[in-house]
Protein backbone atom coordinates (compact mmCIF):
# COMPACT_ATOMS: atom_id res chain seq x y z
CA UNK A 1 0.00 0.00 0.00
CA UNK A 2 1.61 3.52 -0.78
CA UNK A 3 0.76 6.02 1.47
CA UNK A 4 -0.14 8.68 -0.57
CA UNK A 5 0.15 12.41 0.34
CA UNK A 6 -2.81 14.75 0.08
CA UNK A 7 -1.76 18.27 -0.62
CA UNK A 8 -5.17 20.02 0.48
CA UNK A 9 -4.49 22.80 2.50
CA UNK A 10 -7.03 24.23 4.78
CA UNK A 11 -6.25 28.26 5.83
CA UNK A 12 -7.20 29.16 9.28
CA UNK A 13 -6.70 32.35 10.96
CA UNK A 14 -5.18 33.30 14.44
CA UNK A 15 -5.63 36.85 16.07
CA UNK A 16 -2.29 38.12 17.69
CA UNK A 17 -2.85 37.78 21.53
CA UNK A 18 -0.89 40.29 24.32
CA UNK A 19 0.95 37.55 25.85
CA UNK A 20 4.43 36.93 26.35
CA UNK A 21 6.34 34.34 24.99
CA UNK A 22 8.42 32.59 27.88
CA UNK A 23 10.08 29.58 25.61
CA UNK A 24 10.25 29.34 21.61
CA UNK A 25 11.65 26.67 19.05
CA UNK A 26 11.20 27.23 15.23
CA UNK A 27 14.79 24.70 14.22
CA UNK A 28 15.72 28.10 12.67
CA UNK A 29 17.26 30.02 15.44
CA UNK A 30 14.97 31.28 17.47
CA UNK A 31 15.09 29.01 20.18
CA UNK A 32 18.21 26.60 21.77
CA UNK A 33 18.22 24.66 18.81
CA UNK A 34 17.63 20.95 17.84
CA UNK A 35 21.14 19.57 19.70
CA UNK A 36 19.70 21.23 22.95
CA UNK A 37 16.47 18.82 22.65
CA UNK A 38 17.23 14.62 23.77
CA UNK A 39 15.85 12.44 22.00
CA UNK A 40 14.71 8.66 22.90
CA UNK A 41 14.65 6.14 20.56
CA UNK A 42 12.51 3.84 22.15
CA UNK A 43 11.35 1.33 19.58
CA UNK A 44 14.60 1.08 17.77
CA UNK A 45 12.67 -0.12 14.69
CA UNK A 46 13.79 0.44 11.05
CA UNK A 47 11.70 2.98 9.12
CA UNK A 48 10.72 1.89 5.03
CA UNK A 49 12.74 2.31 2.81
CA UNK A 50 13.24 3.08 -0.51
CA UNK A 51 13.78 -0.10 -2.14
CA UNK A 52 10.87 -2.88 -2.26
CA UNK A 53 7.20 -2.76 -3.04
CA UNK A 54 6.74 0.16 -0.89
CA UNK A 55 9.88 2.11 -1.34
CA UNK A 56 9.62 5.35 0.76
CA UNK A 57 12.69 8.14 0.39
CA UNK A 58 11.52 10.49 3.23
CA UNK A 59 10.24 7.91 5.70
CA UNK A 60 13.70 6.43 5.13
CA UNK A 61 14.78 9.91 5.95
CA UNK A 62 14.06 10.15 9.34
CA UNK A 63 16.44 7.74 11.35
CA UNK A 64 16.02 8.83 14.31
CA UNK A 65 13.40 9.27 16.54
CA UNK A 66 13.10 12.79 15.79
CA UNK A 67 15.22 13.92 12.37
CA UNK A 68 16.05 17.39 11.87
CA UNK A 69 14.86 18.15 8.04
CA UNK A 70 15.09 21.05 5.88
CA UNK A 71 12.66 22.04 3.01
CA UNK A 72 15.30 20.94 0.57
CA UNK A 73 15.49 17.74 2.43
CA UNK A 74 11.81 17.21 2.18
CA UNK A 75 12.15 17.81 -1.28
CA UNK A 76 14.77 15.67 -2.45
CA UNK A 77 12.65 12.96 -0.72
CA UNK A 78 9.52 13.74 -2.28
CA UNK A 79 9.65 16.62 -5.05
CA UNK A 80 6.35 16.27 -5.22
CA UNK A 81 6.30 18.23 -1.56
CA UNK A 82 5.59 21.76 -2.70
CA UNK A 83 5.36 23.64 0.46
CA UNK A 84 4.47 23.19 4.34
CA UNK A 85 0.55 23.82 4.75
CA UNK A 86 -0.97 27.43 5.72
CA UNK A 87 -2.83 25.82 8.30
CA UNK A 88 0.20 25.16 10.38
CA UNK A 89 0.96 28.45 11.60
CA UNK A 90 4.50 29.45 11.48
CA UNK A 91 5.70 25.78 10.53
CA UNK A 92 8.72 26.77 7.71
CA UNK A 93 12.32 25.97 6.91
CA UNK A 94 13.35 23.68 9.02
CA UNK A 95 10.84 20.90 11.32
CA UNK A 96 11.39 17.70 13.04
CA UNK A 97 10.04 14.89 11.73
CA UNK A 98 8.78 11.53 12.91
CA UNK A 99 7.50 8.55 11.23
CA UNK A 100 5.36 5.14 12.58
CA UNK A 101 5.53 3.57 8.83
CA UNK A 102 8.28 0.25 9.72
CA UNK A 103 9.48 -2.49 8.22
CA UNK A 104 7.92 -4.95 9.74
CA UNK A 105 5.30 -2.69 11.18
CA UNK A 106 5.30 -1.78 14.87
CA UNK A 107 4.13 0.69 16.90
CA UNK A 108 5.90 4.00 17.58
CA UNK A 109 7.92 4.80 20.33
CA UNK A 110 9.82 8.21 19.62
CA UNK A 111 10.63 11.37 21.76
CA UNK A 112 12.18 14.31 21.75
CA UNK A 113 12.58 16.34 25.28
CA UNK A 114 12.89 19.93 25.31
CA UNK A 115 15.59 21.98 27.80
CA UNK A 116 14.81 23.04 30.98
CA UNK A 117 12.38 26.13 30.70
CA UNK A 118 11.90 28.07 33.84
CA UNK A 119 8.54 29.43 34.15
CA UNK A 120 8.52 33.17 35.55
CA UNK A 121 7.21 33.15 39.16
CA UNK A 122 3.90 35.12 38.93
CA UNK A 123 3.20 33.74 35.44
CA UNK A 124 -0.45 33.46 34.38
CA UNK A 125 -2.39 32.37 31.58
CA UNK A 126 0.11 29.87 30.32
CA UNK A 127 -0.66 27.85 27.23
CA UNK A 128 1.98 25.85 24.68
CA UNK A 129 1.70 25.86 21.31
CA UNK A 130 2.86 24.04 18.06
CA UNK A 131 2.08 22.96 15.03
CA UNK A 132 1.80 20.28 13.32
CA UNK A 133 1.21 17.90 9.90
CA UNK A 134 1.01 14.33 8.91
CA UNK A 135 2.00 13.77 5.47
CA UNK A 136 -0.08 10.44 5.05
CA UNK A 137 -3.33 10.00 3.14
CA UNK A 138 -6.78 9.89 5.34
CA UNK A 139 -5.41 6.04 6.30
CA UNK A 140 -2.52 6.79 7.59
CA UNK A 141 -2.39 10.26 9.82
CA UNK A 142 0.13 10.07 12.46
CA UNK A 143 -0.58 9.87 16.31
CA UNK A 144 1.26 11.27 19.09
CA UNK A 145 1.00 12.50 22.48
CA UNK A 146 2.39 15.70 24.54
CA UNK A 147 3.92 15.03 28.12
CA UNK A 148 5.13 17.34 30.76
CA UNK A 149 7.71 16.84 33.22
CA UNK A 150 6.78 18.76 36.44
CA UNK A 151 10.04 18.25 37.83
CA UNK A 152 12.02 18.85 35.47
CA UNK A 153 14.00 15.67 35.05
CA UNK A 154 14.29 14.69 31.02
CA UNK A 155 14.16 10.68 31.48
CA UNK A 156 10.73 9.19 30.13
CA UNK A 157 9.79 8.63 33.86
CA UNK A 158 9.94 12.05 34.71
CA UNK A 159 6.91 12.56 32.32
CA UNK A 160 4.05 11.98 34.67
CA UNK A 161 1.78 14.41 33.06
CA UNK A 162 -0.19 13.88 29.71
CA UNK A 163 -1.36 17.29 28.47
CA UNK A 164 -2.54 16.05 25.15
CA UNK A 165 -3.54 12.63 23.48
CA UNK A 166 -3.58 13.49 19.56
CA UNK A 167 -5.08 10.62 17.26
CA UNK A 168 -4.57 11.60 13.45
CA UNK A 169 -3.43 14.92 13.40
CA UNK A 170 -4.24 16.85 10.32
CA UNK A 171 -2.92 16.85 6.78
CA UNK A 172 -3.94 19.75 6.02
CA UNK A 173 -1.80 20.95 8.97
CA UNK A 174 -2.73 22.46 12.79
CA UNK A 175 -1.30 25.11 15.13
CA UNK A 176 -2.56 23.62 17.91
CA UNK A 177 -2.47 25.52 21.60
CA UNK A 178 -3.41 24.07 25.03
CA UNK A 179 -3.44 25.66 28.59
CA UNK A 180 -0.60 24.66 30.96
CA UNK A 181 -1.46 23.70 34.98
CA UNK A 182 0.25 26.65 36.82
CA UNK A 183 3.80 25.73 36.88
CA UNK A 184 4.46 29.69 37.65
CA UNK A 185 7.92 29.47 39.22
CA UNK A 186 8.80 26.18 38.14
CA UNK A 187 11.01 24.56 36.16
CA UNK A 188 9.83 22.04 33.38
CA UNK A 189 10.43 20.03 30.32
CA UNK A 190 8.02 18.92 27.68
CA UNK A 191 8.21 16.20 25.49
CA UNK A 192 6.59 14.65 22.14
CA UNK A 193 6.19 10.99 21.26
CA UNK A 194 5.06 9.65 18.38
CA UNK A 195 3.14 6.34 18.99
CA UNK A 196 1.63 5.67 15.69
CA UNK A 197 1.25 2.26 14.51
CA UNK A 198 2.46 1.74 11.17
CA UNK A 199 1.60 5.34 9.22
CA UNK A 200 3.64 7.56 7.42
CA UNK A 201 5.64 10.58 8.73
CA UNK A 202 4.88 14.26 10.62
CA UNK A 203 6.27 17.27 10.99
CA UNK A 204 6.72 19.45 14.15
CA UNK A 205 7.56 23.15 14.36
CA UNK A 206 6.79 26.24 15.83
CA UNK A 207 6.88 25.16 19.57
CA UNK A 208 6.23 28.12 22.17
CA UNK A 209 4.89 28.41 25.59
CA UNK A 210 3.52 32.00 26.29
CA UNK A 211 1.98 33.53 29.49
CA UNK A 212 0.92 36.81 31.23
CA UNK A 213 4.07 37.90 33.05
CA UNK A 214 4.46 40.62 36.48
CA UNK A 215 6.51 43.80 35.98
CA UNK A 216 8.82 43.50 38.25
CA UNK A 217 7.03 46.02 40.27
CA UNK A 218 3.96 43.78 40.32
CA UNK A 219 5.92 40.73 41.24
CA UNK A 220 8.09 42.38 43.57
CA UNK A 221 4.64 43.82 45.52
CA UNK A 222 2.91 40.67 45.67
CA UNK A 223 6.05 39.25 47.84
CA UNK A 224 4.78 41.96 50.68
CA UNK A 225 1.39 41.73 52.73
CA UNK A 226 -0.71 44.40 54.32
CA UNK A 227 -3.22 44.67 56.92
CA UNK A 228 -5.47 45.44 57.99
CA UNK A 229 -7.32 46.86 54.80
CA UNK A 230 -9.12 48.87 55.26
CA UNK A 231 -7.35 50.50 58.28
CA UNK A 232 -8.19 52.84 60.80
CA UNK A 233 -4.89 53.59 62.82
CA UNK A 234 -2.76 51.01 62.16
CA UNK A 235 -1.43 49.22 59.04
CA UNK A 236 0.85 46.69 58.84
CA UNK A 237 3.89 45.70 56.63
CA UNK A 238 5.27 42.11 56.35
CA UNK A 239 6.95 39.75 53.89
CA UNK A 240 7.90 35.82 54.45
CA UNK A 241 11.28 36.45 52.50
CA UNK A 242 13.26 38.44 54.86
CA UNK A 243 13.58 41.25 52.69
CA UNK A 244 15.05 44.44 53.92
CA UNK A 245 12.87 47.24 54.11
CA UNK A 246 14.87 50.63 53.66
CA UNK A 247 11.94 53.16 53.92
CA UNK A 248 7.87 53.33 53.56
CA UNK A 249 5.94 56.37 52.18
CA UNK A 250 2.85 57.09 51.95
CA UNK A 251 1.22 58.74 48.75
CA UNK A 252 -2.38 60.24 48.11
CA UNK A 253 -3.82 59.63 44.28
CA UNK A 254 -1.82 62.41 43.10
CA UNK A 255 0.85 61.30 43.97
CA UNK A 256 1.79 63.53 46.77
CA UNK A 257 3.90 62.05 49.62
CA UNK A 258 2.25 62.26 52.97
CA UNK A 259 4.94 61.03 54.84
CA UNK A 260 8.48 58.98 55.13
CA UNK A 261 9.17 56.83 57.53
CA UNK A 262 13.05 55.60 57.48
CA UNK A 263 14.20 51.96 58.35
CA UNK A 264 17.33 50.06 59.28
CA UNK A 265 16.69 46.88 57.56
CA UNK A 266 13.33 45.14 59.15
CA UNK A 267 11.33 42.75 57.61
CA UNK A 268 8.26 44.17 59.04
CA UNK A 269 6.61 47.40 59.63
CA UNK A 270 3.97 48.74 61.30
CA UNK A 271 2.60 52.49 60.18
CA UNK A 272 0.52 54.85 61.62
CA UNK A 273 -2.40 56.15 59.49
CA UNK A 274 -4.66 57.55 62.27
CA UNK A 275 -3.91 61.06 61.31
CA UNK A 276 -4.96 60.44 57.39
CA UNK A 277 -8.14 61.49 56.08
CA UNK A 278 -10.75 59.02 54.61
CA UNK A 279 -9.94 57.82 51.26
CA UNK A 280 -7.22 55.88 49.17
CA UNK A 281 -3.78 55.83 49.44
CA UNK A 282 -0.93 53.49 48.47
CA UNK A 283 2.64 52.44 50.68
CA UNK A 284 5.75 52.87 48.33
CA UNK A 285 7.98 50.56 49.96
CA UNK A 286 11.38 50.58 49.32
CA UNK A 287 13.79 47.46 49.56
CA UNK A 288 16.77 45.81 49.05
CA UNK A 289 14.73 44.24 45.93
CA UNK A 290 13.36 47.35 44.83
CA UNK A 291 10.12 49.01 45.47
CA UNK A 292 6.96 47.90 45.76
CA UNK A 293 3.63 49.60 46.04
CA UNK A 294 0.70 48.19 47.62
CA UNK A 295 -2.67 50.18 47.77
CA UNK A 296 -5.18 50.53 51.03
CA UNK A 297 -7.92 52.37 52.25
CA UNK A 298 -8.58 54.56 55.49
CA UNK A 299 -11.25 54.41 56.86
Not at 157 to 177: C, I, K, M, P
Not at 240 to 269: H, P, Q
Request: aromatic share 10%; charged share 10%.
Amino acid sequence: MKKLLLYLFICTGFGANAQSTIFAENWDGIGPGYSAWTLYNVDGLTPVGPDGVDGEPLSFLVQNAWSLLSLTDIQGANPAFTGYPAAATGMAGNVVASNSWYAPIGTANDWIVSPLITIPAGATNLNLSWAATSLGATSYLEDYRVHISPTGGSQISNFTVLLADVNNELSAGNYRTLPLANYAGQSIRIAFQNDGIDQYVMFLDNISITGTLLSNDEFLSNKFSTYPNPAKNEINVLNNESISISSISITDLNGRIINTTEYNGVSSATINVADLSTGIYFLNINSEEGKAVKKFVKN
